[in-house]
Structure formats: structure tokens, C-alpha cells
């Protein structure tokens, strides 16, 4: 193989990979999307706070310690040196459900009935405030967080493809970052066991009904708050699962809400009622945006394509198909 | 008793479709006028001009803007700041190629050029709608101040990517630049946004407003009883994104006089805000931009002043604090007025009819 089709090949991997941690943040959106019609901006900083809850816990950080240390003189930092990832992680879901329980009695309680647009534009006021609370609960500098998933280098792939490359010529392997490789792994396992849950058990199906219709499963005596806080919770878990991901690939720090602007061409694209298209969306536009990236970008000398590439491919696929590519088709009546 | 109508006759078909119906109105905002044309640029010093009176002009013909788009004509739009940076860049590019321009002409120039981009960006909007729009406007938020970031030739090739204002004389007074007189920015931006003011209003009081708000209601049955969707959807692009083009020309022009694309117009900082003014304004209200934007400029200078000053907290953790609670306001707005100050002035006004009496 030549060199130039091996670094293709580790492109449109490494493409995938991102990919894949475009779709874990996608997939909470569509799963919130589906069970109640709100598309929740706020899905990305979901994750950052649930990976600025990880660490503190995993550090025993004093919540609201800089606050408490301003107000009264105090001087509060830690309650404890470590906890174990495990513990963290469960309590950080619990953090998460609650969270999803205060929501749904503090906003969307207040909201049902209401144009979706006006439920779009309190998530993002949602966003902005769980981003405030964030930030003032642990503090804004950047965290390293480590819960033991292993990154850096695939050796095993370097070695494996330093041979491929024809005799003599410059070539180092392939890069691919292990991170990258788990995130993908848990991502499936995610799926299948989201797919599982909706499928087999008597609350996905009443899941499923909400999804289908708000009054008709209202009257066959589905409890919609039940199932909202419940689904909420899920996206929660998701954006955890999410936030300790891109929260172990770069610091967490305020940027990583940014990541949900980088999921919304992922679900314009995939369409916003479908998992499956979260995940082929998703890995579209990784796959896109790092081609791009490096044979566009690279024609015209330009860099930082990635910042917009992603939102072009998806309004281009959306004058096709506006109701993006799995989306269920629009209806609309008089 | 304050606010009555009785007594105040219309005899024409003109008087009764007037701006200001009232009487009361038409003192007040005379009155209004008189003050900020008349009085304050003789009392006006720089903090009252840069912390307060310009942003918030600038920052009302932005919403205005917003409000044609989102309020009227029910196209959210994300790309506020994309298009704003149109309209800074443009003023610069044209103040430096066209050095004897007056800059008034260059700000409307900017403004018109802005329509342009705003039509080729609103063109998506024929076939997809609600959140995948909104969607869609970010591809032109993250297009653009990336365009303005990486392709030297807008900024001149200057070594650090900035932008920045010379010197520009309005009869003989200069508004640009580092040695303009407070009342000289003052006015000229008061000038532009009380000549666009009154353009928004009419053009919202006309025929083309009338189609923006069919569109908005219901674009099937609008396109039915013979509104046409590419003109009246374009048109609201165009419009919007010239008033949205003028304030981004003030903004750097006027206001800051140096610009960094990717700090000053990125979506967090400029997109949100200008969203955040209309949505506690008022969407599809003229009052509620200004309301809004007054609101919005104002909040971050009180919050400050309330926790810095007063409490003692530290300047990091009152900025947590203020992003908060701008969202709390939001959330707030949205649940208990969801068609903002606007309303809370006409409740008000309602209730100033009849005080003291209680019926």
C-alpha cells in the first residue's frame, strides 16, 4: 500500500473515533428529544458538569468552596484526599438524577404546552445556569480527570502498519489514540443496552409510548412526569458517560459544553428522532470533518476547518432531506 | 386615570393608525426624545457613554434585528454574531480602501452588505424550518468569524489579526477613534438608531411586516392566502441582517475601535446576549428591543456593583454568579412572561388607566 492511502486510512479512523464521541453527546439530545419534544440545548454542559461533579467528588472538593472562603473568611478546600473512581461515578449518577428531577420540578413543569421553541430557549437558559453553578460549586480552572481509562498511542497499530508501507519510504505507522478506541467500545455497549432497555422492559415501552404520543399514553396510564425525569436522568448518565470522555482526552475545563455545538450538525444531519441516525450522523461528520480538514484545508493552506465544516456538510444534506437523514418525515397541516 | 383614552377622538382613518395613538404616548416620547437629543449630550462623560449609553443604542438596533427575524417573522436565528462581524469587517475594509468617505455612508454601506450575506444565509430557510433552521444559522455563526479569522485579506494582514478604527470627522467633530467626544459617538449613534427605529416600525406596521407575521404564524396557511414564502422569508433575512450589519459597523466603529473577530463577535459573547435581550424584551415588540438591550447592558454593571462592591466577593466568582443568574432570568422570563418587558409595560399601562380607582 502506498503511503498516501495508509495516511487516508488513518484519517478517516481517526475520523471515526471522533465520530464516535460526536454521537455519545448526539445521543442524549435525540433520547430527550423522542421521549419529550424538548431539544435541550443544555446537553453539553450536562456533560461538563457531570465531569466537574466526577472530580469533585473523586478529589472531595468542598462544593461552593470559593464562595463559602469569600463570604465568611473561611478557608475550606477538601474534605478528603481521593475517593475510588467507582464511588465517584455512582455518585455522580445520583448527582445527575437528582439534577434531573430538580429540572423537571423547577422548569419543565412550568413549560408543558408551550411552543417547542420557547422549551429550546429555556434549555439554553438552562445551560447557562447549570454552567454558572458549575462553576462556582468547583471552580473554573482546569481539571485533569482520570478514572483509569487508558490514552495515548495504539502501539500495537503503530507497529502493525510501519510494515504496510512500501520498503524505504517514511513511514511511522498509524496513530490512533486508545481513548478513542474505548469510547467507541462504550459507546456500543451503550446503544445495545439503550436498545435493550426501550425493547424489554415494561418502563422502555412506556418510554417508547411517550415517544409515540403524549396523550395517548397519558391515558393508558403512563405517568409523563415519571418518565421525563427518568428520561432526563438517562441523558444525564449519557453526558457523564460523554464527559468522561472528552473530559480524560482534554481537561475539563468550561470548552467541553462547547462540544454540544459540535453535536448539533451530528443530529441535523442524523435527524432528530433517530438513534441510529445520532450514530451514523455522527460518524459522518467525523469522518468528514477530518478529511476535510486535511485535503481541503490543506489545498488552500487554511486551517481550523473543523470549526465550521461540520454545520456546511449538514445544511448541504438537509436541502436534500430536511428532515435530515433517519428523521421521521415532516408532516405538516393546516 | 393617567393613562385614559377618553375623549380622544379619531376622526380619521390615518389619525387612529398612527404611531402613538395616544396622547399620553406621543408626550412621552416626545419628551423622551427632547431629553436624549437635548439634554444629556451636554451632561454626558465617557463611563456614562462607554459602560452604558452607546452599548445600549448598539446593542438595541441588534435586537431590533434579531426581533425582525426570531420575533416577526419566526426564524430563529443563532448567527447574530457571525452577522455582526460582517458588519464590522466591511466598515473596515471599505474605511480603508475609501479613505474620503463620509462614515455614516460607510455604516450604511456595511449594513447593505450585510443584507446581501444575510440573504444567501437565510436561503436554507425555504426548506427547512424550526430547530434544524436554527441549526443551519449557526453554520453561518461559525463561517464567518472563521472566514474573518484565517483570510488575512479582511484584516488587512495585519500581524495580530485585529482590526482597527482611524480616525473619521462627522461636521468636523471626529466619531471614530480614541479623541471622539462622548456626545460626538453619543449622537451619532443615537441618529442612526432613531432614524432605523422608526424604519423598523413602519416596515413592521406595513404590508411586508404583515407578511413576516403570517409567515410566522403559519407559514402553510400564509403561502395559501397568497403571502409569498421565498420573498417575505428573505425579505426578513435581508432586513434583519442590514439592522444586525449597522450595529456590528457601530460596535467596532464606534464603540470599541479594535476588534478581535473570534473574542468580540463569538457566539457566547454576541449570539446569546442579543437572543437574551429579545427573548426578556419582548419577542415581536419594538419596545421589548429596547427594554431588552437597556436590560441586558445595564444587569451585568448592577449585579456587579451589588457582589464586588457591596458583598466582596471576587470578580471570578461574581462573574459565576452573573452567568447564573442570566440564565435564571431567562428561565424566569420564559415561564412567568413569555412575552417579556414589553408586556410588563403594557400590563402596566393597563393598570395606570383606571389607578387609583379600582374599577
Given amino acids: ?334 | 386615570m393617567i393613562y385614559k383614552e377618553t375623549g380622544q377622538y379619531k376622526s380619521s382613518y390615518k389619525s387612529d393608525h398612527a404611531i402613538f395613538p395616544l396622547i399620553q404616548d406621543k408626550v412621552l416620547f416626545s419628551t423622551l426624545m427632547l431629553i436624549a437629543f437635548l439634554v444629556v449630550p451636554f451632561f454626558i462623560n465617557s463611563y456614562w457613554e462607554k459602560a452604558i449609553l452607546v452599548p445600549f443604542l448598539i446593542f438595541s438596533l441588534a435586537a431590533i434585528g434579531l426581533n425582525i427575524l426570531t420575533g416577526y417573522c419566526g426564524q430563529v436565528s443563532l448567527g447574530t454574531g457571525g452577522f455582526m462581524a460582517v458588519g464590522a469587517f466591511s466598515t473596515y475594509k471599505i474605511m480603508t480602501s475609501f479613505p474620503d468617505l463620509n462614515i455614516m455612508i460607510i455604516v450604511l454601506i456595511s449594513g447593505v452588505i450585510t443584507a446581501a450575506v444575510g440573504i444567501v444565509f437565510g436561503l436554507p430557510s425555504l426548506r427547512i424550518k424550526g430547530f434544524y433552521l436554527a441549526v443551519a444559522t449557526l453554520a453561518a455563526q461559525f463561517f464567518l468569524v472563521w472566514l474573518f479569522n484565517k483570510v488575512p485579506w479582511f484584516y488587512n494582514y495585519s500581524a495580530t489579526g485585529q482590526i482597527t478604527v482611524s480616525e473619521r470627522l462627522m461636521f468636523g467633530i471626529p466619531v471614530t477613534g480614541a479623541t471622539a467626544p462622548p456626545y460626538a459617538t453619543y449622537l451619532f449613534c443615537l441618529v442612526l438608531v432613531v432614524l432605523l427605529g422608526f424604519a423598523a416600525k413602519n416596515m413592521i406596521r406595513s404590508k411586508i411586516g404583515r407578511s413576516w407575521m403570517a409567515i410566522r404564524d403559519m407559514d402553510i396557511a400564509a403561502e395559501i392566502i397568497g403571502v409569498p414564502p421565498l420573498k417575505t422569508k428573505l425579505s426578513a433575512f435581508a432586513v434583519s441582517s442590514f439592522f444586525i450589519g449597522v450595529s456590528g459597523a457601530l460596535y467596532f466603529a464606534i464603540f470599541l475601535g479594535a476588534i478581535e473577530v473570534t473574542e468580540s463577535f463569538d457566539i457566547m459573547t454576541m449570539s446569546f446576549p442579543v437572543l437574551f435581550m429579545i427573548i426578556i424584551g419582548g419577542l415581536g415588540s419594538m419596545l421589548g428591543s429596547f427594554l431588552g438591550a437597556g436590560f441586558i447592558v445595564t444587569l451585568p454593571i448592577g449585579l456587579k456593583f451589588i457582589m464586588v462592591d457591596l458583598i466582596g466577593l471576587s470578580a471570578v466568582t461574581a462573574k459565576h454568579f452573573e452567568i447564573s443568574i442570566w440564565g435564571l432570568l431567562m428561565i424566569v422570563f420564559l415561564i412567568v412572561e413569555p412575552h417579556g418587558l414589553a408586556r410588563l409595560w403594557s400590563i402596566t399601562k393597563e393598570k395606570l388607566r383606571r389607578w387609583p380607582f379600582p374599577y
Fill in chain 1, 1 to 334: 500500500m502506498s503511503v498516501d492511502l495508509l495516511n487516508f486510512i488513518e484519517t478517516v479512523l481517526n475520523g471515526l473515533m471522533s465520530g464516535v464521541m460526536y454521537s455519545l453527546v448526539a445521543l442524549g439530545f435525540v433520547l430527550i428529544f423522542k421521549a419529550s419534544g424538548v431539544f435541550n440545548f443544555a446537553q453539553g454542559v450536562f456533560a461538563l458538569f457531570a465531569a466537574l461533579t466526577l472530580v469533585g467528588y473523586q478529589t472531595g472538593q468542598v462544593p461552593f468552596a470559593h464562595l463559602i472562603n469569600e463570604l465568611f473568611g473561611t478557608n475550606y478546600h477538601h474534605w478528603y484526599a481521593s475517593m475510588p473512581n467507582f464511588l465517584a461515578i455512582i455518585l455522580t449518577m445520583i448527582t445527575m438524577i437528582a439534577l434531573a428531577w430538580v429540572i423537571e420540578r423547577l422548569v419543565l413543569k412550568h413549560l408543558i404546552n408551550q411552543e417547542p421553541i420557547i422549551l429550546f430557549m429555556a434549555t439554553i437558559g438552562l445551560a447557562f445556569v447549570l454552567e454558572g453553578v458549575g462553576d462556582l460549586m468547583w471552580g473554573s480552572n482546569v481539571k485533569v480527570l482520570d478514572v483509569g481509562i487508558p490514552s495515548g498511542g495504539s502501539e500495537w497499530l503503530e507497529q502493525a502498519t510501519i510494515g504496510l508501507a512500501p520498503e524505504g519510504s517514511d513511514y511511522y505507522g498509524m496513530y490512533v489514540d486508545v481513548l478513542n478506541v474505548w469510547a467507541s467500545v462504550i459507546a456500543v455497549v451503550l446503544v445495545v443496552s439503550l436498545a435493550l432497555f426501550s425493547q424489554y422492559t415494561k418502563t422502555g415501552r412506556a418510554l417508547r409510548a411517550v415517544a409515540d404520543d403524549h396523550q395517548a399514553a397519558l391515558s393508558v396510564g403512563i405517568s409523563l412526569r415519571t418518565i421525563w425525569v427518568l428520561v432526563w436522568a438517562i441523558s444525564g448518565f449519557i453526558a457523564m458517560v460523554a464527559g468522561i470522555m472528552w473530559g480524560t482526552e482534554s481537561g475539563v475545563q468550561f470548552s467541553l459544553s462547547l462540544i454540544a455545538l459540535k453535536a448539533l450538525p451530528v443530529l441535523i444531519l442524523g435527524g432528530f428522532t433517530s438513534i441510529p441516525g445520532a450514530i451514523i450522523g455522527g460518524l459522518m461528520i467525523g469522518v468528514g470533518e477530518k478529511l476535510a480538514e486535511i485535503y481541503i484545508g490543506g489545498f488552500f493552506q487554511i486551517g481550523a476547518l473543523e470549526n465550521w465544516f461540520a454545520y456546511v456538510m449538514a445544511l448541504v444534506f438537509l436541502l436534500f432531506r430536511p428532515q435530515g437523514l433517519f428523521g421521521e418525515k415532516i408532516i405538516e397541516r393546516v
